[in-house]
């Protein structure tokens, strides 16, 4: 489960296109951030996706990855011309395909080869049509999905929402948000041939003129478990508060959004942007990884968590022209890992859950100090993102979650109900998180 905001220029403080997504997946699954250089390849080479091994393109962009770890693709991401892609599960009526490209796949293949977002959808487009999409798509529980994308670079940003081989697209104008269900209607700019013909077949509607995207192929028991409506409605709202002025800091907000709940509690309430996972089966989803993204008015601008629970994590600058990861950040694994930076704040983030809304509340406190001062120096008009810069904030958000170890334990305990600790300690103990 996820939820992936977009506005252009139109709707921002100073012209740029902003976008966020936060990636929920399973509470333990390690998100790593990635960059990749741009590559030569020779004729006839192939490229290994997670599942399917498909014909490489002659020079493939360098790309911002926020990959989980055991996958190919990225749930997330961005390349050096500007292109951002965040993609969403969808649940439909259709049956999602045993094999083929998983959505996460497309969504790479797309950044390496477009260089714009039209080109980025394009490349979705011919290479779901082509190969398919589908395969297992879960760690450590299989799950199989359809699969929808925000894409957007400067001066553009289009919605595709896509069933098996079939697609619907739209360009935005503004803002748009994107959750665990089809927002697209009758409002597309353009279909797929079958897409309409395949829903008038299987009697979900009666002709093409009646025709709604998400009514006729949307599965309503695992949407609404998902609270997909409820999010979708959610961030679109956050957005239309402050559209025309939106800032980066305004999307950072909003992908840590619990609902406007001042007495927020991960194992008392859900289906918020920032999602908690609370049992193994209806709130088995975590935001994992956040990314935000300014793109436009003469600098692009990258900033990622790099761990779960955007509410609890801040974020650091990133990708800068010929930059690399910042000096020190090591990737994780399946195993927990005290040297890499994901299981270095996942060890604090899950003694956090004790003591909400006190932790969350000081926790919060620092974070906003550190990146108020962060996107002010970042973003100011002129300054270059050099490698120093990413070092040196990189550093600043470690001491920051390794401050939190220390002082958690001297914040007001708040004891969660009897399910939800044996929930988490369960992973604590598969994990090996004391």
Not at 12 to 21: D, E, I, Q, S, V
Not at 94 to 101: D, F, M, R, V, Y
Not at 360 to 381: D, N, R, W
Request: contains cysteine; neutral net charge; proline residues 5%.
């Amino acid at each position: 489960m996820c939820d992936t905001i977009v506005a252009l220029g139109t709707a921002t403080k100073n012209g740029a296109m902003l976008f966020g997504k936060n990636s929920d997946r399973e509470p333990d699954e390690v998100q790593n951030v990635v960059i990749i250089p741009r590559q030569q390849h020779r004729p006839g080479d192939m490229v290994k996706c997670t599942y399917l091994s498909i014909p490489q393109v002659e020079e493939t962009a360098r790309v911002l990855l926020c990959q989980p770890f055991w996958m190919w693709g990225a749930e997330m991401g961005a390349n050096e011309y500007g292109v951002v892609i965040g993609n969403e599960a969808l649940f439909t009526r259709e049956k999602p395909a045993a094999s083929g490209l998983l959505g996460m796949d497309l969504l790479r293949l797309a950044l390496e080869r477009g260089k714009t977002a039209r080109a980025a959808l394009d490349t979705i487009i011919q290479l779901l049509e082509q190969y398919g999409q589908g395969g297992n798509c879960g760690y450590r529980q299989k799950f199989l999905y359809m699969n929808s994308y925000l894409i957007a670079d400067a001066g553009e940003a289009y919605v595709l929402e896509t069933v098996k081989s079939w697609w619907a697209w739209k360009k935005i104008s503004d803002v748009w948000s994107i959750s665990n269900v089809i927002s697209l209607g009758g409002d597309f700019d353009a279909a797929s041939p079958g897409l309409i013909e395949n829903a008038i077949k299987k009697g979900w509607c009666k002709s093409e003129s009646n025709f709604d995207f998400s009514r006729c192929y949307s599965e309503p028991v695992v949407t609404w478990g998902a609270a997909a409506r409820k999010r979708q409605h959610c961030s679109g709202n956050l957005l239309a508060q402050n559209k025309g002025a939106l800032t980066s800091a305004d999307f950072m907000a909003i992908l840590r959004d619990h609902g406007g709940r001042q007495d927020f509690r991960p194992d008392k309430h859900s289906g918020t942007v920032c999602m908690h996972a609370a049992d193994k089966l209806i709130r088995r989803s975590q935001s994992v990884a956040s990314l935000v993204t300014r793109v436009g008015a003469g600098e692009n601008h990258f900033y990622v968590t790099g761990a779960s629970n955007p509410c609890l994590s801040p974020f650091y600058p990133v990708f800068g022209p010929g930059t690399a990861n910042p000096v020190g950040y090591l990737q994780g694994a399946a195993e927990y890992d005290p040297e890499t930076y994901w299981w270095q704040c996942e060890k604090p983030h899950r003694r956090a859950l004790w003591h909400f809304p006190a932790a969350l509340k000081e926790m919060q406190c620092s974070i906003t100090e550190y990146e108020q001062e962060m996107l002010q120096t970042v973003e100011q008009p002129g300054a270059a993102l050099n490698q120093a810069t990413i070092d040196r904030y990189f550093n600043r958000v470690r001491m920051i979650v390794g401050d939190w170890t220390g002082r958690l334990d001297r914040m007001p305990a708040a004891t969660p109900g009897f399910l939800f600790r044996r929930y988490w300690q369960g992973y604590n103990r598969l994990n090996g998180i004391e």
